[in-house]
């Protein structure tokens, strides 16, 4: 990112015609520093949007407006299976092959309520077009065969091929990927949520699909829907980046040859207003025995104003923002005052991917019977708001949040421009203006202004969108120990029905298609097919790493580094205290430490007024934990040295990052410094609300990422970093916070005495690093506030010796209430700076698109199967996610050690991992995360040297290596452990053939 303020120089002028696109209208946005064009391609009526800017991640995207007219997943399972290939890509599964040997930085496809986006990124120019290129001829020309529909949708298979007196079974992709979705709480209380509010359009059906109603869906509707939808007169393109409009055009031009205009009906209609609220009653699973208590959850949902209509749709969020966006939020602090529930509902909040905008609040934790009076809570308290009027401070705090998202440079696991493309979004695929959204600070301006000639402006938004409008949902979800039993028994009553309407022939032909299409699955495209596809070659890749600006200064005598970058005049703070002496038993109790001082009261002011002032000085408040290996140069290439790692070094960090705008530095920086040197731990009611929050927010993680989970668990005997990673992020924390839960009144006394020990001991100067990042003007504002800071910071207290825990390496099972499994195999693997370092990450890129994907997804039917080589903590996971199998995952991972440890890979796919590798490692990053990436590889050790050596050993990686180092890591056999989140039944079972037992464990 250059550090261009502008935006670029108009080149097309509106009302120009230029390669079949009509310019409709040009608009500079400088507070993005973006040029805005939107055009429509004359002959197919194909809505283009560019926004030009210096940012060199292009985006491309394709939505076509798909609303379903069922629950059968018609628009997931296509969306999943345009992908597969086309007939000039005639490939099995050319997503995978572009995954695999592209740079891409961002290749994905979604399906929302109402459309189905194709998103592909890349840094590289030659990279992006062939990837658009790609991507549209899929879209717009898919082969959709029979065994693509049977693989990514659904298809009958019996229980065991062998036997036909066995059980029918449902297997598909995107089957097994909506029964995870349908077990995890969040995702049913949403659904219930917009179903319901929505009940006569298609928001009324469920787009992804519901594992019942998948089964019904038939070949020739899947096309027909295709045929409907996916035309360029229904497709809308957005573009972002520094690729020039007129190179789009000309290359959209030839890609749409060859369509015409059609007639599509994809309107979206609006739902008719309610003349009286609703109420709705759901369940979710929970396992058999788990206490039923506080496990309720209530929504309140209204239906709000159109998306289109923008000025109202800000407003809403301003308002939204302010009643529950922060701690100071008088309708959240009424909800958890009130202990009526738990924490706030995790879908509460405002929701704009729709037609008509929905908000919704809520408690968690609570009991069915408690719903009426929550919902009257939540309608006394608005009322209070409209009448007494809002803060203003609270308001003032929304919009500087509104003002500082929309001035953030963020690129998270997204880029910046699919950000962008969200807001887009939400008006123009119902007719509105498509920049409506997009220049917040002027937007923020005319809104202050109405707020100066009108001073009820938020008050009467209360009134109108929520007082007054009926249009509202009750929505109870509660939990069902019996609902996974009934589910799973209703199936095998409609299989075992289905089954004995069929004949024998049926049955058999059942069996015999099964076989056909896992043998269809198992032969590999030949390779003038994969040829096809346009491919970079190791030689086109860039040789030298990308290095961040570090500078190593002193400040008041404490190591800090600055990182000079364009920042769009925002200043990131981060201080790095060492923990990795803490004593063993307050280790554990770090995460809340961190969340307890971030989000309670200093300085003599109370959570609420800390909160008000966090709102409207920062653009964001937090803190971390970090543990990782030292970068070993003493490692050997024997491979007794990667098994051995009985002498691991590693270090902990714990760290608070803010980040202002530059005006607010000062008082931000004081912010920090009121908490680390005058926090507050005397509220216990806050105390205990924050514990529920953060436990109920933790539980809720473990079904939608379990496959991680279960990467903790097994990586947690393997190294100390990985240990802490568990301890602080996995199920050892949940089950601390549970107890302590249970337990408050009792332990509290002691649990505060040891918050304030660790406090004492850690904010100290000794401990400290700072890290600086913002331009230089930003830089040198920071240094004077850090300065300041740590004029106020204690000294003494440097860190003691390692605190080592002890390693037991063991077999795990987590039961947990699933239709779906989560298997994970785990081994300890070398630091960055091994020879073998280099290959093996080679080798895990390899066997994910490869072997793995082809087995367990592909012909396993799983969402997902993967590793990963964290060179970081030393660790080399395999891993699958919403998993219909257990023991045959474990036999694939067996598997793959065999293949890449015998067979040498060919030249196409090496060349293939070895330019997806290097994507990988090129991922670009917001100036946020490149500050916080060299502080972190400076704790590692991990120099820009020993960057290039690695990138290096990636480059030149040859067959015959990649095969020495599989045989030289993975023949040992690595010390490799198991854990599987699955259902109680199924870890039961495969116990009964496991050699090495799993030690079953309940989620608590
Ligand atoms: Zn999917």
């Keep these: 990112m250059t550090q261009n303020h502008k935006c670029p120089a108009i080149t097309i002028s509106q009302g120009d015609s230029r390669s079949g696109f009509m310019m409709r209208r040009v608009e500079q946005i400088p507070e993005i520093r973006v040029t805005a064009y939107e055009m429509e391609h004359e002959r197919t009526g194909a809505r283009v949007l560019h926004l030009h800017c210096d940012d060199r991640e292009n985006l491309y995207a394709i939505a076509f407006r798909t609303p379903p007219p069922d629950s059968t997943g018609l628009p997931h399972i296509l969306e999943h299976s345009v992908l597969a290939g086309s007939e000039r890509y005639p490939l099995k599964d050319a997503f995978n092959e572009l995954l695999k040997g592209t740079l891409q930085t961002f ?29 549209t001829d899929l879209v717009l020309r898919p082969r ?47 659904k219930a949520l917009q179903e319901n509010l929505y009940p006569d359009t298609p928001y009324a059906c469920d787009s992804g699909g519901s594992p019942e109603a998948i089964p019904s869906l038939t070949y020739e509707q899947f096309k027909a829907f295709h045929r409907a939808y996916y035309s360029p007169s229904n497709a809308y393109w957005f573009l972002y980046g520094d690729i020039p409009t007129a190179d789009h055009l000309i290359f959209l031009e030839e890609i749409l040859a060859g369509f015409e205009r059609v007639q599509v009906d994809s309107g979206i209609p609006s739902q008719p207003r309610w003349d009286v609220p609703s109420a709705v009653r759901g369940y979710y699973p929970v396992a058999k025995a788990e206490s039923m208590q506080k496990k309720t959850t209530v929504n309140v949902g209204w239906m709000l104003s159109e998306n289109t209509d923008h000025d109202t749709a800000l407003l809403l969020q301003i308002t939204a923002g302010a009643l529950v966006g922060s701690a100071a939020g008088p309708l959240r602090k009424a909800l958890i005052d009130s202990g009526l529930g738990e924490d706030l509902s995790p879908v509460t909040g405002l929701e704009r991917d729709l037609k008509q905008i929905a908000f919704a609040v809520g408690l968690r934790g609570t009991e069915p019977q408690k719903a009426q009076q929550i919902e009257k809570l939540i309608l006394d308290t608005l009322r209070r708001v409209a009448g007494d009027g809002f803060d203003r401070e609270l308001i003032e ?66 009134r109108k969108w929520f007082l007054v409008n009926p249009h509202r949902l009750l929505s109870v979800m509660e939990p069902s120990p019996g609902y996974l039993d009934e589910q799973e028994a209703s199936f095998r009553n409609r299989m075992s029905g289905i089954k004995a309407t069929l004949p024998a022939d049926a049955i058999e032909k059942i069996r015999r298609d099964a076989e056909a299409l896992k043998s269809f699955q198992a032969q590999a495209d030949g390779p003038e097919t994969l040829a096809c596809l346009p491919r970079l070659n190791v030689r086109d890749l860039e040789r030298t ?3 961040i600006p570090t500078e190593r200064m002193s400040i008041g005598g404490v190591t800090a580094l600055t990182h000079e970058l364009f920042t769009n005049g925002i200043a990131y703070l981060d201080m790095a205290f060492d923990i990795s002496d803490i004593p063993e038993d307050l280790q554990p109790c770090l995460p809340l430490l961190g969340k307890f001082m971030t989000n309670m009261g200093a300085a003599g002011l109370d959570y609420e007024q800390m909160a008000k002032r966090i709102a409207l000085k920062t653009g964001g408040f937090g803190s971390s934990l970090s543990a990782g290996l030292f970068a070993d140069r003493e490692a050997q290439t024997d491979h007794k040295a990667i098994t051995g790692f009985s002498e691991e070094k590693h270090w902990q960090k714990m760290i608070f990052r803010v980040s202002a705008l530059y005006r607010h530095i000062g008082d931000a920086v004081d912010i920090l410094a009121d908490v680390l040197t005058a926090g507050d731990l005397s509220d216990e009611t806050r105390m205990r609300d924050l514990l529920a929050e953060k436990k109920n927010r933790l539980h809720a993680a473990v079904i939608p990422s379990g496959h991680l989970f279960a990467k903790r668990s097994a990586g947690a005997s393997l190294s100390v970093a990985a240990f802490r990673d568990e301890q602080w992020s996995g199920k050892t924390q949940l089950e601390l916070l549970t107890n302590l839960m249970h337990a408050f009144g009792d332990r509290k006394e002691a649990f505060r005495d040891k918050l304030i020990r660790l406090k004492d001991l850690i904010f100290r100067r000794e401990r ?4 600086l990042t913002a ?21 003494g207290g440097p860190a003691g010796p390692l605190s080592v825990p002890e390693l037991k390496p063991r077999d795990t099972g987590v039961a947990i209430p699933a239709q779906v499994c989560y298997v994970a195999k785990v081994m300890k693997a070398p630091t960055y ?19 793995l994907y082809k ?9 997902g199967g993967m590793c990963q080589y964290d060179p970081m903590n030393g660790l080399f996971a395999f891993l699958s996610y919403r998993d219909p199998h257990l023991l045959t995952t474990l036999d694939v991972y067996r598997r793959a050690v065999d293949i890449v440890t015998r067979e040498k890979i060919s030249v196409e796919d090496l060349e293939k991992a070895v330019v997806g590798a290097i994507g990988t490692l090129d991922r670009p990053m917001d100036p946020a995360g490149r500050g916080l990436t060299a502080l972190i590889r400076t704790f590692a050790g991990l120099t820009d040297a020993d960057r290039q050596t690695f990138r290096d050993g990636v480059l030149n990686v040859t067959a015959d290596q990649l095969q020495e180092t599989a045989v030289r890591y993975f023949e040992p056999a690595a010390a490799s452990v198991v854990a599987v989140y699955a259902a109680e039944e199924r870890l039961t079972r495969a116990n009964e053939v496991l050699p090495a037992k799993l030690t079953i464990e309940r989620l608590s």
């Design 107 to 135: 290749l994905n496809a979604f399906t929302y309520p109402d459309k189905t986006i194709y998103p592909v990124a890349s840094q590289v120019r030659v990279d992006y077009f062939n990837l658009a290129r790609v991507y």
């Design 144 to 190: 959709l065969l029979p065994q693509t529909f049977a693989q990514e949708g659904h298809h009958l298979d019996l229980a065991d091929p062998k036997d036909p007196g066995s059980d029918l079974i449902v297997s598909g992709i995107v089957y097994n990927e909506m029964k995870g979705a349908y077990s995890s709480p969040d995702s049913l209380m949403y």
């Design 397 to 462: 705090g929304t919009l500087h949040q509104v003002e500082f998202q929309g001035k953030e440079i963020q690129r998270g696991t997204f880029p910046y421009g699919i950000t962008l493309m969200g807001r887009v979004f939400h008006t123009w695929l119902y007719g509105g203006d498509p920049l409506a959204g997009l220049n917040f600070p002027r937007l923020i301006e005319a809104v202050r202004r109405r707020w100066a000639e009108h001073p009820a402006l938020f008050e009467d938004v209360v």
């Design 545 to 547: 790493v990308e290095t």
């Design 768 to 771: 400290l690093t700072l890290n």
């Design 775 to 795: 331009d230089t003007e930003g830089l040198a504002m920071l240094v004077r506030a850090a300065q300041a800071l740590l004029a106020r910071l204690p000294m």
């Design 833 to 851: 700076t091994d020879p073998l370092a280099a290959s093996l990450w080679v080798l895990s890129r390899q066997l994910s698109s490869g072997y």
């Design 855 to 863: 087995h367990i997804r592909v012909q396993g039917g799983a969402y």
